[in-house]
């Protein structure tokens, strides 16, 4: 699920947001075996991210990686809704690509991890006000976004996919989906891509529509009910989609000329903090070259299609 952080003014960048997942509801995951990474610190819930009126400014709210230590905990922020980067597994905690990926994380620091499966849309706010170190939530990396919050170096390279009934021979491209009905998660990459396409691109004036969902499985009932022609969401994510729904098939979501946008994720950090982003992209580093990312996204892209 490619996500956009939004920032909506200078003035209120203590507020901005993860637009891309910042309306999605929490969502019924599909149960998966435990992760190789190993076994993660039992999950907390968010507390509302209200700033404090004495808190430091936004770009110095931050704990070094030596006060995470002398703390002993890692405080990870994610969306445990977006297989296969992070969803609901065995026993009720959050697993999957990110998971793992935040673990070496706290394993390279020294401390554990404690898991904070937030909205998405709380997470900026919650890094610049000092209760999140890090978010890893299938978050894009963006001009925008940088705005906001630091990034880590890319650890995966993502597109979009339409997402449509199996027996669709008509749409091979987003030109096709002419006169249809198109559904995205609201605030997604795929809804803005969806949206510009038919307000100012190939589909204007051709009919088509866009209809926003608060999580993926809504626009999945709508097109298996009928109501919805197309999903415009991650590849990732649409190949879980397909996975655990029969019925469906997804096709790169390219453009008559072939060409198809690029997006990386990466790992969001509160501006300014340097040396926790030191240690993100060195276990990024290690865990590209040993291949873990790779047998990571291998893993639970099988386990989370696993269905009851």
Known sequence: MKRFLTV????????????GCGQAQPSQAAPAAQAPAGSTA??????PATPSESAAPANTNYRTVEQIQQAGTLNYYTDAVWAPFEYIGEGGNPVGVDVDIATKIAEKIGVELNIVNASFDGFTLALQNGQADLAIAAITITDECKEAVDFSDPYTICYQNI???EDNTTTTDIETLAGMRIGAHLGTTGDFLAS???TTGPLQNTGASVVQY????EACLAMLSGNLDAIVVDDFLARNLVAVNPGLKCIEAKFADGSIDEENYGIALTKGNETLLKVCNEVLAEMKANGEIDSSLDF???AAAIVE
């Open 42 to 47: 039992p999950i907390s819930q968010a507390p």
């Open 8 to 19: 909506l003014s200078a003035m209120l960048l203590l507020t901005a947001v993860l637009a």
């Open 196 to 198: 510009d396409a038919v």
């Open 214 to 217: 608060k999580s993926l499985q």
């Open 300 to 302: 639970h892209t099988q």
């Open 163 to 165: 997402v449509l009934l």
